[in-house]
């Protein structure tokens, strides 16, 4: 199929309702022709190397993900006999069409149960169990577990349903050392011997698919605190038990019925009043012989589930004579209000009077007020109250098979904390004419679709957050406006449908039009044909178009049950048939006062609590697809696969719509601008910013640097000031102590008193007069002193520790040399000023060289000091 082709599949199908993308351009019509050119030299050059696309074990790395790319590679992979492949957290199986009896090997199990990576290895559907399985045992607190297989009619559902459960009975099972061997032996026996059961009262042959389940139903492996298995529980939903008096053309009747009358002994067909050539009406394509018609092991499986000899015996009497009933002739006559003619053929066989059972089938009873009025069937009617009597019989004794082997294989509640669950529904069905029956399974798959589109999504945006990955999906459409249409509030078909079903009157199929046509004219998932002759409406699916006939519609939703059948079965001396019947009244007791409860309530509330069990568990997807419609081994139709697998390519992210190309350029361009315009504004931002800054810091700096000049001036001012009144001071009493050496000349000395010429005075050894010693406030005069290194000796109060104190002299010799004033020099005193240069005074003064603390190396500081005049 080239690429024209896929395009073409691809629009159709989403006219069908089954996309999320609005469609596809032709190549033709393209307003930009070099995208399609671009897409489609991405697809040559991904299908350049043909040889290595079956290596591809999950579709979300093909690239580019396309309807032609996605083929091929599932083709290929087909081809070499590779069935299973990832589609992201979705596993994708293909029907091979025959026995693969390697791939599902106890050696294969225990080779997926004992990986540590089982992810690492190739796609199964044991990977999907084990990762289940897992997610139990790696929580602190487990978590329940579902697996949801799901695909049309035919695309091997139930096959992998039942590798599923053989898979958790061998790995959940064996590993058990709690219990006893043969205890271990007798749950996954009875687990495992539930499926042949209800394959055969459940399943039967149909146009597309051998085994095709007529009924839902969900499987929970029951686990304990350890996850090993300890029992299962089975939940079935809406059983087809239309066929058991109607089929399709070219279809069968449900398996059960064929493994009796090919399976039984001679014993057996004459206890059944069933002989080898007597033909039977509800028994189409008898000659045809399939896989399932084993009734050895229906036989065996019941065995082990504890359904004993007598109770075998009493559900294949009922059985043979549900076959009976469907040879039932009615006479027919020009007075069809005249008694009909009943062959004596089923009432030995259901254990009731013949004669009660002609009369129920015949005349029905009407009640006016509390008397009851006795009035015969037509020859319709009365093929109606047959099928009805075959249909509820049926119908029940499914049902107590369910609940049996429930009984049986079920644990205490005590015993097991959670489950992994296992549904098998029905797949997508649109046949050539299409009633309640294939309305209901469809609303089905519409909530499972839904549901899926969530998980899936759910489950990437996970992914994509773990690695830390920046994305966004593509919009897409959901299936609930096709979900409002069929059940939504406070207008629907569901709810238009009940209402006429509680209707007391006969039903009209072109009133009920009518009423649809005008109640739900706004919904655009429903349509009419207005040249049809035959009353129908069209409902737009996720999977395609589906027409569904009204006539008989309303009638199968008010499932109508004659109360004197019941009656009469309720005397059945079968046992069994007696038991079934009088547990049925005793509840309908139990619900008296309520309104009838139609089919399609029960099965919508059967569905949303199987939706609330399936919300509360994490979910695995196994998605079967149909290779091909007439059921050929290896044989792949692309055709055939792509109406049922685009959704999923969808779903994963298939961009195909010709436009995503020219959508990411817009959507680029768009991003380009509004960059450039943030950039701009932000760089323009920024300026301002640092313009506004460099004002601020330029004033702020002004200001420092007027007050810092400031502060200097005033400093500067406070110090001059000060100088200037130091340099005064220090000019007075320069001008105070200084005078010429001519004034001491003339001066006469005045005599000292006696006191204190003794207490006041030095006594040099150079001078035999002792030298008189005045303080000054920084000094000490030393009149006359040729050297220090002279002895010293004082008298008087000032003794010598006394004046060696005041001149603080250190006790080394010869670092230093002090010479007396000489007259003849002129030089009177030295004045030190802080810091300052040494000032020389040429005026004579009785002052003598003296320092408080003559030192080499010591600055020349102080205020009012004399220093010394010191020599090396």
């Not at 596809?24 to 019509?29: A, L, N, Q, R």
């Not at 084990?130 to 695309?155: F, T």
Request: proline share 4%.
């Amino acid at each position: 199929m080239n690429s024209a082709d896929d395009r073409r599949n691809v629009r159709a199908g989403h006219r069908n309702g089954g996309g999320t993308v609005t469609g596809f351009v032709h190549k033709g019509h393209s307003p930009h022709p070099s995208l399609d050119d671009s897409l489609e030299g991405e697809i040559r050059a991904f299908l350049t190397d043909e040889d290595q696309l079956h290596t591809y074990d999950d579709l979300t790395k093909v690239n580019p993900v396309t309807p032609t790319t996605v083929l091929k590679c599932l083709q290929a992979r087909y081809r070499v006999k590779v069935f299973y492949t990832h589609a992201g957290c979705t596993l994708v199986a293909l029907n091979p069409f025959q026995p693969i009896p390697d791939l599902y090997s106890l050696d294969v199990m225990k080779e997926y149960h004992c990986a540590s990576q089982p992810q690492e290895f190739k796609p199964h559907i044991f990977i999907v169990a084990e990762e289940a399985y897992r997610n139990v045992q790696g929580q602190l607190e487990p978590v329940n577990q579902s697996l949801v297989v799901s695909g049309e009619s035919g695309a091997g559902k139930t096959w992998t349903s039942r590798c599923l459960m053989k898979y958790y009975a061998t790995v959940a099972a064996s590993s058990s050392v709690l219990k006893s061997q043969d205890t271990v032996e007798r749950i996954e026996r009875r687990v495992l011997d539930s499926n042949p059961i209800m394959e055969a009262f459940g399943n039967a042959c149909t146009l597309r698919n051998n085994n095709s389940s007529r009924f839902g139903k969900y499987i929970q492996l029951q686990l304990d605190r350890c996850q090993l298995l300890v029992g299962a529980s089975v939940q079935t939903y809406l059983l087809e038990k239309t066929r058991v008096a109607c089929q399709p053309a070219n279809e069968r009747n449900f398996h059960i019925f064929y493994q009796m009358m090919k399976g039984a002994t001679d014993e057996q067909r004459k206890e059944w009043k069933m002989s080898h050539d007597q033909r039977f009406v509800w028994l189409p394509k008898a000659e045809k012989t399939i896989e399932e018609d084993c009734f050895h092991d229906t036989v065996e499986a019941m065995v082990h589930l504890g359904i004993n000899a007598e109770k075998q015996r009493q559900i294949f009497k009922i059985l043979a004579g549900i076959l009976q009933l469907g040879n039932v002739n009615f006479s027919s006559s020009t007075d069809e209000s005249q008694p009909c003619n009943l062959q004596e053929q089923a009432a030995e066989l259901l254990c009731v009077p013949a004669e009660e059972l002609q009369l129920c089938l015949r005349v029905r009873t009407l009640k006016a007020g509390k008397q009851s009025v006795l009035k015969p069937c037509s020859q319709a009617e009365c093929s109606m109250r047959r099928d009805c009597l075959a249909k509820v019989i049926y119908a029940q004794l499914f049902e107590w098979l369910v609940t049996f082997i429930n009984n049986s294989i079920c644990a205490d509640k005590s015993t097991w904390c959670n489950f992994i669950g296992v549904l098998d529904v029905y797949g997508f069905e649109c046949f050539q004419i299409n009633n309640l029956e294939q309305l209901c399974i469809n609303y089905a798959n519409e909530k499972l679709q839904q549901h899926f589109v969530a998980h899936y999504l759910r489950a990437q945006q996970e992914e994509y957050v773990s690695e830390g990955l920046q994305w966004s999906f593509v919009k897409y459409q959901d299936n609930q406006s096709c979900l409002d249409l069929i059940e939504g509030s406070p207008v629907s078909v569901f709810s238009l449908l009940n209402e006429e079903s509680r209707l007391n009157r006969a039903s009209d199929a072109k009133t009920f039009k009518v009423r649809l046509e005008k109640e739900l004219c706004d919904n655009v998932n429903i349509s009419w044909d207005k040249f049809s002759k035959v009353p129908h409406f069209t409902v737009a699916h996720y999977a395609g178009k589906v027409n569904y006939q009204i006539q008989g519609m309303v009638e199968k939703n008010k499932d109508p049950v004659p109360p004197e059948l019941i009656s009469l079965l309720q005397k059945s001396e079968n046992a069994l048939l007696h038991q079934i019947f009088t547990d049925r009244e005793a509840e309908n007791m139990t619900s008296k006062g309520l309104s009838k409860v139609t089919v399609v309530s029960k099965f919508k509330n059967s569905l949303e609590s199987l939706m609330k069990i399936l919300h509360t568990t994490t979910p695995h997807y196994t998605r079967c697809i149909k290779p091909n419609p007439d059921c050929k081994p290896l044989t792949f139709k692309k055709e055939e696969v792509i109406m049922h697998f685009f959704p999923l390519i969808l779903i994963m992210g298939c961009k195909a719509n010709l436009l995503e190309d020219q959508r990411k350029r817009i959507l680029s361009q768009c991003a380009f601008s509004i960059q450039c315009c943030w950039l701009r504004y932000q760089r323009r931002r920024r300026q301002a910013r640092r313009q506004s800054a460099t004002l601020i810091q330029a004033v702020v700096r002004s200001w420092l640097v007027r007050r810092q000049v400031q502060r200097w001036n005033r400093a500067a001012a406070v110090i001059q000031n000060t100088w200037r009144k130091w340099r005064a001071l220090l000019k007075s009493l320069a001008e105070a102590e200084l005078d010429d050496a001519k004034d001491l000349v003339k001066e006469d000395v005045p005599v000292l008193n006696p006191v204190v010429r003794e207490r006041g005075s030095v006594q040099l050894s150079t001078i035999q007069e002792p030298v008189t010693v005045r303080g000054w406030p920084m000094g000490l005069a030393l009149a006359s002193a040729p050297s220090i290194t002279m002895s010293l000796t004082a008298t008087g109060f000032q003794k010598m520790m006394s004046v060696m104190a005041s001149l603080n002299l250190p006790s080394r010799s010869g670092e230093y040399k002090v010479e007396t004033n000489q007259y003849t020099q002129g030089v009177a005193s030295i004045r030190a000023q802080p810091k300052g240069s040494v000032k020389l005074h040429y005026q004579r003064s009785p002052l003598l060289y003296a320092d408080r603390q003559p030192d080499l190396k010591s600055d020349v500081t102080g205020f009012n000091e004399i220093l010394l005049e010191k020599t090396l």
